[in-house]
């Protein structure tokens, strides 16, 4: 049996995402408060009921991505409700009575699973209507569990709505979807709601360490933590994962290399610097290519996309000096650039879990990315826009091509007119200043890399009187601009760009 069927959680402990477990244990506290209709015979006994007035609610809704446990959870309820064995006082159910038994067998008369999909219309839901009346047959409470209940029609909603309103003390309804905004607010709102996320690595590795333990595996912390770091997110998928290493280890000790090794990311370091490169130099073909080649060697392209996006984040840190990574180092992307990048992978990374085509998404960005040479000399040293796109991207592209076409002279005068903005008198307002520190950073970048980056930390506070001001908050920073070297750089530069010799002054902002 499938390890995720195997070890499919059967009481709250079990349960691995740890809000579920929290929730449900505070909910079902009131549980043995539900007995129908409450005994108000003496004044003392309605006191206590009133005292006792919260029980459990009668229709749940568990919302989230697929492979988080939502079944399962509904299962556990639906047992709690009707075990023989539960004590008072006690939430779990005991797992051994024929009630736990046939639930979890999935053949109890009294608690059903519907698949939304396949029932979704008026008349499945009148015919529900209609059994909901009848008593249950053998256990205390009937328990309508609806899978995909989002998948139901209007007219189905609004036929179990008026069940839901004034259901009969009997029943217990239990809708799980993935899809959440697709269920009308009046049902959501007759529901006790749970929304889950996605499981935090702790929370799969927890899982992964019950199954391992469950099935006696040999298997090292690390293995267990990268497992986790796949599964991206899913029980699911994370218990897929492992039983598929077992296989492969046949009782061997499992251990983090061995998985890399036979999910094919073993080569993912040189893979990743690989595809920056080509993206950098903006080769179109050779960037498919490899793309095509992590398919036909089975790399996970929503791995790959994660991998890619880490990269850039260490590039975004040595960009602002805080990082001196000597990975990439022939990989010079601006911030600009970064941004896009990063934005449009993510949005790959998001488009990969439900694409068809698995890697398509993927050279999609690619194609866009690396089609639009614009990109380096027109952003050049002067905005960077709040969030650019590549649609934006391309856009501004086509407006700027489209000129060009109509008067070849356009660019060349729009390059002018940016240059000479910052060569002429240099007004004193933030713009300015930010302008002229963006080109002090382009041009000083080629020469020497970290500098650049430390300038980036850096604001101009004044220029004039044959004096510029530097302005940084950290102390590094000042030291590293003020070592003899950097500094005569940082004075040539500053020369070269306003066509005036200045005095560099560099603060410490208190
Ligand atoms: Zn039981």
Same mark, same amino acid.
């Given at each position: 049996?499938?390890?995720?069927?195997?070890?499919?959680?059967?009481? +709250?402990?079990?349960?691995? !995402?740890?809000?579920?477990? @929290?929730?449900? #244990? *505070?909910?079902?506290? /009131? &549980? %043995?408060?539900?007995?129908?209709?409450?005994?108000?015979?003496?004044?003392?006994?309605?006191?206590?009921?009133?005292?006792?007035?919260?029980?459990?609610?009668?229709?749940?809704?568990?919302?989230?991505?697929?492979?988080?446990?939502?079944?399962?959870?509904?299962?556990?309820?639906?047992?709690?409700?009707?075990?023989?064995?539960?004590?008072?006082?006690?939430?779990?159910?005991?797992?051994?009575?024929?009630?736990?038994?046939? +639930?979890?067998?999935?053949? !109890?008369?009294?608690?059903? @699973?519907?698949? #939304? *999909?396949?029932?979704? /219309? &008026? %008349?499945?839901?009148?015919?529900?209507?209609?059994?909901?009346?009848?008593?249950?047959?053998?256990?205390?409470?009937?328990?309508?569990?609806?899978?995909?209940?989002?998948?139901?029609?209007?007219?189905?909603?609004?036929?179990?709505?008026?069940?839901?309103?004034?259901?009969?003390?009997?029943?217990?309804?239990?809708?799980?979807?993935?899809?959440?905004?697709?269920?009308?607010?009046?049902?959501?709102?007759?529901?006790?709601? +749970?929304?889950?996320?996605?499981?935090?690595?702790?929370?799969?590795?927890?899982?992964?360490?019950?199954?391992?333990?469950?099935?006696?595996?040999?298997?090292?912390?690390?293995?267990?933590?990268?497992?986790?770091?796949?599964?991206?997110?899913?029980?699911?998928?994370?218990?897929?994962?492992?039983?598929?290493?077992?296989?492969?280890?046949?009782?061997?000790?499992?251990?983090?290399?061995?998985?890399?090794?036979?999910?094919?990311?073993?080569?993912?370091?040189?893979?990743?610097?690989?595809?920056?490169?080509?993206?950098?130099?903006?080769?179109?073909?050779?960037?498919?290519?490899?793309?095509?080649?992590?398919?036909?060697?089975?790399?996970?392209?929503?791995?790959?996309?994660?991998?890619?996006?880490?990269?850039?984040?260490?590039?975004?840190?040595?960009?602002?000096?805080?990082?001196?990574?000597?990975?990439?180092?022939?990989?010079?992307?601006?911030?600009?650039?970064?941004?896009?990048?990063?934005?449009?992978?993510?949005?790959?990374?998001?488009?990969?879990?439900?694409?068809?085509?698995?890697?398509?998404?993927?050279?999609?960005?690619?194609?866009?990315?690396?089609?639009?040479?614009?990109?380096?000399?027109?952003?050049?040293?002067?905005?960077?826009?709040?969030?650019?796109?590549?649609?934006?991207?391309?856009?501004?592209?086509?407006?700027?091509?489209?000129?060009?076409?109509?008067?070849?002279?356009?660019?060349?005068?729009?390059?002018?007119?940016?240059?000479?903005?910052?060569?002429?008198?240099?007004?004193?307002?933030?713009?300015?200043?930010?302008?002229?520190?963006?080109?002090?950073?382009?041009?000083?970048?080629?020469?020497?890399?970290?500098?650049?980056?430390?300038?980036?930390?850096?604001?101009?506070?004044?220029?004039?009187?044959?004096?510029?001001?530097?302005?940084?908050?950290?102390?590094?920073?000042?030291?590293?601009?003020?070592?003899?070297?950097?500094?005569?750089?940082?004075?040539?530069?500053?020369?070269?760009?306003?066509?005036?010799?200045?005095?560099?002054?560099?603060?410490?902002?208190?």
């Amino acid at each position: 049996m499938a390890y995720y069927l195997k070890y499919r959680p059967q009481k +709250i402990a079990d349960l691995d !995402n740890a809000k579920l477990r @929290e929730t449900l #244990g *505070a909910v079902l506290k /009131g &549980i %043995d408060n539900d007995n129908g209709s409450p005994d108000l015979s003496t004044p003392v006994k309605q006191a206590n009921s009133l005292a006792n007035a919260r029980s459990v609610p009668h229709a749940f809704l568990f919302t989230g991505p697929k492979g988080l446990g939502k079944t399962s959870t509904a299962r556990i309820i639906a047992k709690i409700v009707n075990c023989e064995n539960r004590k008072k006082g006690d939430i779990e159910p005991c797992n051994v009575c024929e009630s736990c038994i046939s +639930i979890t067998k999935g053949n !109890n008369v009294d608690v059903l @699973e519907i698949d #939304g *999909a396949s029932n979704r /219309g &008026i %008349d499945e839901i009148r015919d529900l209507r209609e059994k909901i009346k009848l008593a249950p047959v053998s256990s205390k409470k009937k328990v309508y569990i609806i899978d995909e209940v989002h998948m139901l029609t209007t007219e189905a909603f609004n036929a179990l709505l008026k069940t839901i309103e004034e259901p009969p003390s009997h029943v217990m309804f239990i809708f799980c979807t993935t899809e959440p905004q697709k269920v009308p607010a009046t049902i959501v709102s007759r529901c006790f709601h +749970i929304s889950l996320s996605l499981a935090t690595p702790e929370e799969l590795v927890r899982s992964l360490q019950r199954i391992a333990d469950g099935e006696k595996l040999s298997i090292s912390k690390d293995a267990l933590s990268f497992i986790a770091e796949l599964a991206d997110g899913g029980f699911r998928d994370g218990s897929k994962i492992l039983e598929e290493m077992a296989m492969l280890a046949n009782g061997k000790e499992i251990t983090r290399e061995f998985v890399a090794e036979r999910y094919n990311v073993s080569d993912i370091d040189h893979l990743i610097s690989q595809f920056l490169q080509n993206l950098y130099e903006k080769k179109t073909k050779e960037s498919l290519t490899l793309i095509g080649e992590l398919v036909t060697q089975g790399v996970d392209i929503k791995y790959f996309i994660n991998q890619l996006l880490q990269a850039l984040h260490q590039l975004l840190l040595r960009e602002m000096g805080l990082s001196t990574t000597e990975k990439y180092n022939d990989i010079k992307f601006s911030l600009n650039e970064i941004q896009i990048l990063a934005n449009s992978l993510q949005q790959a990374y998001r488009d990969t879990k439900f694409a068809v085509v698995a890697q398509l998404p993927l050279e999609m960005i690619t194609v866009m990315w690396c089609q639009q040479e614009e990109v380096k000399v027109e952003k050049a040293p002067f905005t960077i826009s709040s969030k650019p796109t590549m649609e934006t991207l391309l856009k501004k592209e086509k407006n700027l091509k489209v000129k060009s076409i109509l008067n070849p002279e356009v660019k060349k005068e729009e390059k002018k007119e940016e240059t000479a903005s910052v060569q002429g008198e240099l007004p004193e307002n933030i713009d300015s200043l930010t302008a002229l520190l963006e080109n002090i950073i382009y041009k000083v970048k080629p020469f020497n890399h970290s500098v650049a980056g430390v300038l980036r930390g850096c604001t101009i506070t004044s220029i004039g009187n044959g004096q510029i001001v530097f302005q940084t908050a950290y102390k590094f920073h000042k030291e590293k601009l003020m070592e003899p070297k950097t500094f005569d750089t940082l004075a040539q530069t500053i020369k070269e760009v306003t066509g005036k010799e200045y005095k560099v002054m560099i603060e410490l902002k208190q």
